[in-house]
């Protein structure tokens, strides 16, 4: 549980330190994904019970469709709007 909570302290690093819209939610999203995924993994083995990790793991999984669908609306939106990707 330790390792995810690293991960979403990461994500939350590179959403306060990248330039822009594009690059903070790469990094959350792939930050938030893993973390949670070894935060359940965490939970799970703490519980001791296949049935309560099934339901994490099912819970991941509809964690990482709707992110995934999530970001791309976000992405989607911001350069519809004009928000540019950085560049060097």
């Known amino acids: 549980m330790v390792l995810g909570a690293l991960f979403f302290l990461a994500g939350t690093v590179g959403l306060l330190r990248f330039p822009d819209v594009h690059a903070r939610l790469h990094a959350l999203t792939k930050a938030d994904n ?3 995924g070894f935060l359940l993994l965490g939970l799970a083995l703490e519980a001791g019970s ?36 950085w560049q060097r």
């Open 34 to 36: 893993v973390g949670l």
């Open 50 to 85: 296949a049935a309560v990790a099934a339901k994490l793991f099912v819970t991941w999984c509809l964690v990482l469709l709707a992110s995934a669908s999530v970001s791309h609306v976000i992405a989607r939106a911001a350069l519809r709007r004009g928000v540019e990707p």
